[in-house]
């Protein structure tokens, strides 16, 4: 069940109310006593509580003070986190709705702190035997804000439907959710949304050549699957289009490299590159944006079997590259290589990869940001790095220098596809740069797309991360930004 935001124009004295501000000299008056403003007032300033909440028998009201923040992103992100702290408050307290108004005329702010609250109470159900008794029970938000125009906030409930889709499929087990099954989750967004899609099955793959994909796949008794996303309005602003590469592996065993311990634990995971780009995908086509769009999505299991792709074996690439196979458990790349191959078609203006891709990015950053690489593109990761900004959704570039790519010479074929023990996250890059000649931005994931517990407005489980930035990004296209 998605959380909907709604605006409003008034609201009534049995509504539960939320008040959000920086100062309390903005409160409105009538609504507290004398008491109460002391009261807040003194807890306010002088022990620093930054929430109130008051039961009125027929209604609660909630006070929600605001740190200032000079900065926007910052500032915005405040109100996201304020927000999802009262979405737990809510469904304690068993609300069905909120109206959250906004005292400071700060209509962006306030979108922002209904963002959070939405993205928190996001929940995955599908397979609780008494999922109706879990479920939360807030599923309304109202904004009582004077200057907030309708259009923001029905983008603002595609962005939230999209991430939450995003999550839908990072949390779904691979026992439903193999290639073939991913597929037809895509197809459906696609056919929900009005973007063409089309679905290349094992035959095509293998008469394209696309042997990346087709080596991590032959461990699997799944065929694999190369889903292609596209959304082109009439008024499409751009003559070439953007290209936006998910990886798609639905589940990761490490192949012969097998996994050891808990790390296979939340391997189900590994496709949320993939799942990002469809959901992107599905927003942008939802919202009728004039921009070009197209996703492409590869997608297979990497299991052991008895015709595994093993460590030696060269493997000949979509482009005719032959790569020297270091380590069963980089496979991400070998499906990532074969599409941003095949982007090459389109001619495109810009192509940006996401995939949960190596160990070595989340160990640089951890889980804030997202590590990011250009190649022939710094004004346009200038502009992705801001959108970044924007949703909070940071990037932290990383080099691309040629220096990298004397790890991954190889003596017996064109390239190894793993470099040594440092610098993976760059040299797994440097490795997908060889099979790109356009302007090319690399997305590696693998830190923020899956979260062990609740992290700020991020639930347990898959995160959506690179939906809000990907969109926000085209969203700034179409604003001229």
């Not at 109202?142 to 309708?150: A, D, R, W």
């Not at 079997?305 to 460590?311: E, I, M, T």
């Not at 390239?415 to 590696?444: Q, R, S, V």
Request: aromatic letters at 10%; hydrophobic letters at 40%; proline letters at 3%.
């Amino acid at each position: 069940m998605q959380t909907i935001i709604h605006k409003t124009s008034a609201y009534s004295d049995t509504d539960n109310l939320v008040l959000v501000l920086t100062e309390i000299k903005n409160m409105k008056s009538g609504l507290f006593s004398e008491q109460e403003l002391d009261y807040m007032k003194e807890y306010h300033s002088k022990h620093k509580k930054n929430f109130f909440s008051f039961n009125r028998m027929v209604n609660w009201v909630f006070v929600v003070f605001v740190e200032k923040e000079s900065e926007k992103s910052t500032r915005l992100e405040s109100y996201r986190l304020e927000g999802s702290k009262l979405q737990s408050i809510a469904n304690g307290h068993k609300l069905n709705s909120l109206v959250v108004a906004d005292l400071e005329n700060k209509p962006e702010e306030i979108l922002a702190f209904a963002e959070g609250i939405a993205l928190k109470n996001y929940q995955f159900l599908k397979y609780k035997s008494k999922a109706v008794e879990k479920l939360n029970s807030l599923n309304a938000i109202y904004l009582f804000s004077e200057n907030l125009g309708n259009d923001l906030v029905d983008v603002m409930n595609i962005i939230i439907d999209s991430t939450s889709q995003c999550r839908n499929l990072v949390n779904e087990p691979v026992a439903f959710l193999n290639a073939v099954q991913f597929s037809q989750e895509m197809g459906s967004l696609a056919q929900q949304s009005g973007c063409k899609v089309e679905v290349l099955n094992k035959k095509k793959i293998e008469s394209l050549k696309m042997g990346g994909l087709l080596a991590v796949n032959k461990g699997s008794v799944d065929p694999p699957t190369f889903t292609i996303m596209e959304w082109k309005p009439e008024n499409a602003q751009n003559n070439k289009p953007y290209v936006f590469v998910g990886k798609g592996v639905v589940y990761d065993t490490g192949g012969m490299n097998i996994k050891t311990g808990s790390s296979m634990n939340d391997m189900k995971m590994d496709m949320a590159g993939g799942a990002a780009v469809a959901s992107t995908l599905y927003a942008i086509s939802r919202a009728k944006l004039p921009v070009h769009v197209i996703g492409l999505i590869p997608a297979t299991d990497n299991r052991t079997h008895g015709n595994a792709y093993v460590n030696g074996d060269i493997i000949s690439m979509h482009d005719g590259t032959k790569v020297e196979v270091i380590n069963t458990d980089a496979e991400g790349r070998m499906l990532l290589a074969d599409a941003l191959s095949y982007a090459k078609k389109y001619n495109p203006e810009l192509v940006i990869d996401v995939a949960t891709l190596t160990g070595s990015a989340m160990r640089a950053i951890g889980t804030y940001g997202i590590v990011a690489m250009q190649c022939k593109a710094v004004n346009e990761f200038k502009k992705l790095a801001k959108s970044g900004e924007n949703v909070y959704e940071r990037l932290v570039e990383f080099p691309m220098w040629k220096e990298y790519r004397e790890d991954l010479n190889s003596d017996i074929a064109d390239i190894k596809h793993l470099g040594g023990a440092n610098a993976g996250a760059i040299t797994a890059a440097k490795f997908l740069e060889h099979f790109t000649d356009y302007p090319y931005i690399h997305l590696d994931i693998a830190g923020p797309a899956y979260f062990e517990k609740t992290t700020k407005y991020y639930p347990t489980g898959g995160s959506g991360v690179a939906v809000r930035l990907l969109f926000n990004f085209i969203w700034n296209k179409v604003a001229g930004n």
